[in-house]
Nanobody, 125 residues
Framework: EVQLMESGGGSVQAGGSLRLSCAASGVTDENYNIGWFRQAPGKEREGVSAISSHDGSTFYADSAMGRFTISSDGAKNTVYLQMNNLKPEDTAVYYC??????????????????WGQGTQVTVSS
């Protein structure tokens, strides 16, 4: 059974940084994507960034471009999301998710098969 566990959330002031971690277990496929998504109160869940286990390709939403960096440590089966220059509008619950045997790398919510429980990120002005 695939399990994903996020960590690293917290409260920071605008301009600060956080690094989120997503520890994956039970993934037997060699080809999968790990994506980061977020959901703010009263808003729909949206994609932030994703990375391919196959070739390390990455994808970023416009909101994350230039401020967030996704990376992976295959030995630890962990994917990281480094978030810099955080803004109050980044406040949300952040989730990681796994897409098994994907075609390419993207952030379509309906493509992801397994989800973590989420970690809260709060950015104050």
């Amino acid at each position: 059974e695939v399990q994903l566990m996020e960590s690293g959330g917290g409260s920071v002031q605008a301009g600060g940084s956080l690094r989120l971690s997503c520890a994956a277990s039970g993934v037997t496929d060699e080809n999968y994507n790990i994506g980061w998504f977020r959901q703010a109160p009263g808003k729909e869940r949206e994609g932030v960034s994703a990375i391919s286990s196959h070739d390390g390709s990455t994808f970023y939403a416009d909101s994350a471009m230039g401020r967030f960096t996704i990376s992976s440590d295959g030995a630890k089966n962990t994917v990281y999301l480094q978030m810099n220059n955080l803004k109050p509008e980044d406040t949300a619950v952040y989730y990681c998710a796994a897409e098994i045997d994907p075609v390419g790398v993207g952030l379509g919510l309906n493509l992801y098969d397994y989800w973590g429980q989420g970690t809260q990120v709060t950015v104050s002005s």
